[in-house]
């Protein structure tokens, strides 16, 4: 008798990671057939063949009745839960959208899984947390490990902890086969502007083609962040599926910090553009400017052999400029 075709169902197929975890699975598990919701965007061009293997499902994840229903449309093996409002910033401007989005949509989702439970649905399910349950780096407290002590400041850092934390009672609660990885800062092509190293990028290609003035603001250049190209991010989403441990939190990150001011340098030097000028931002600091945040990704290298093969510097940044340079 065939094996059954893996399902996969990914919340948010058309954002950041989920457009690259979609394009992951196509290229390297062939069999899956791929469910995934979609909010405000229509479902991205794909081919016949494409069509008859990957679905899209509009669904606002705020909606308990509409994932239910997505739920048990698909009855998937794999759930990737990627679906959320990402961005920092954002959440001080509107905390109760972001703390409703990311917290009430979760439980929308894990109570839907698990009104149907039972022997034949009982699906591996991968939560997106984020380093930002950590809170800024203090010295002598690097790198963090998932024991280190979680000091959200900011809205978006208290919906993720939240939602990391709901993962573990459901976990532990209900038998749900739920994985939590802390993902630290991650980049790559199609990332939004709105994200520090890619509107740098943006800057620089618009700057390339004398659409702007040859400058770019800049705030903190001195803060350092562990990142990791996402196309490394997304493959260790799929190995957390195959091999980690209901319950438990692991870090996804390079174990590397680089500062924003290298990391500005290099897409300088990528640039035929050789008179930019950096330009202090005078609105003053964000509340989670600065400091170091590094994360240890032992525990998680240990549950999966996973680490990134994509070099940061090298590689990814000269991807995301190229795909700025693309677009503009």
């Known amino acids: 008798m065939d094996s059954p075709v893996e399902k996969v169902l990914i919340t948010g197929i058309t954002g950041f990671a989920g457009h690259h975890l979609l394009e992951y699975i196509k290229t390297n598990h062939i069999d899956a057939e791929i469910h995934g919701t979609i909010f405000s965007q229509g479902p991205p061009v794909i081919s016949s063949e494409d069509k008859k293997r990957i679905f899209f499902y509009p669904c606002d994840i705020r909606d308990k009745a509409a994932i239910t229903?997505?739920?048990?449309?698909?009855?998937?093996?794999k759930i990737f839960h990627l679906a959320a409002q990402s961005y920092v910033h954002s959440s001080w401007e509107n905390p109760e959208a972001t703390l409703y989005t990311n917290?009430?949509?979760?439980?929308?989702?894990?109570?839907?899984?698990?009104?149907?439970?039972?022997?034949?649905f009982s699906p591996k399910i991968i939560l997106a947390c984020s380093s930002e349950e950590y809170g800024p780096g203090r010295p002598g407290n690097q790198p963090f490990d998932e024991n280190s002590e979680l000091r959200p400041q900011s809205p978006y850092a208290i919906s993720k902890v939240a939602q990391d934390f709901m993962g573990y009672q459901?976990?532990?609660?209900?038998?749900?086969?739920?994985?939590?990885?802390?993902?630290?800062?991650?980049?790559?092509?199609?990332?939004?502007?709105?994200?520090?190293?890619?509107?740098?990028?943006?800057?620089?290609?618009?700057?390339?083609?004398?659409?702007?003035p040859s400058e770019i603001i800049i705030r903190d250049l001195s803060a350092v962040r562990?990142?990791?190209?996402?196309?490394?991010?997304?493959?260790?989403?799929?190995?957390?599926?195959?091999?980690?441990?209901?319950?438990?939190?692991?870090?996804?990150?390079?174990?590397?910090?680089?500062?924003?001011?290298?990391?500005l340098e290099k897409l300088l030097s990528l640039s035929s553009e050789k008179n930019i000028q950096l330009v202090p931002d005078h609105g003053g600091p964000r509340p989670t400017d600065g400091g170091s945040i590094?994360?240890?990704?032992?525990?998680?290298?240990r549950?999966?052999?996973?680490?990134?093969?994509?070099?940061?510097?090298?590689?990814?940044?000269?991807?995301?400029?190229?795909?700025?340079?693309?677009?503009?």
């Open 69 to 77: 229903s997505v739920l048990n449309a698909t009855k998937p093996h």
């Open 103 to 120: 917290i009430i949509g979760q439980s929308n989702l894990l109570e839907g899984v698990r009104s149907q439970l039972g022997s034949s």
């Open 170 to 212: 459901y976990a532990r609660s209900y038998q749900m086969n739920i994985v939590r990885l802390r993902v630290f800062n991650h980049t790559g092509p199609r990332r939004d502007a709105v994200f520090g190293v890619s509107g740098f990028c943006k800057k620089i290609a618009q700057i390339e083609k004398s659409k702007i």
């Open 226 to 263: 562990d990142f990791t190209d996402v196309r490394d991010v997304v493959r260790a989403y799929w190995l957390a599926a195959e091999a980690c441990e209901a319950g438990e939190a692991y870090n996804v990150c390079s174990g590397r910090g680089f500062a924003f001011k290298e990391i």
């Open 294 to 301: 590094i994360g240890d990704n032992s525990k998680f290298v």
């Open 303 to 328: 549950a999966t052999g996973w680490r990134p093969g994509i070099n940061f510097l090298e590689t990814t940044l000269p991807d995301l400029l190229n795909y700025w340079r693309e677009k503009s």
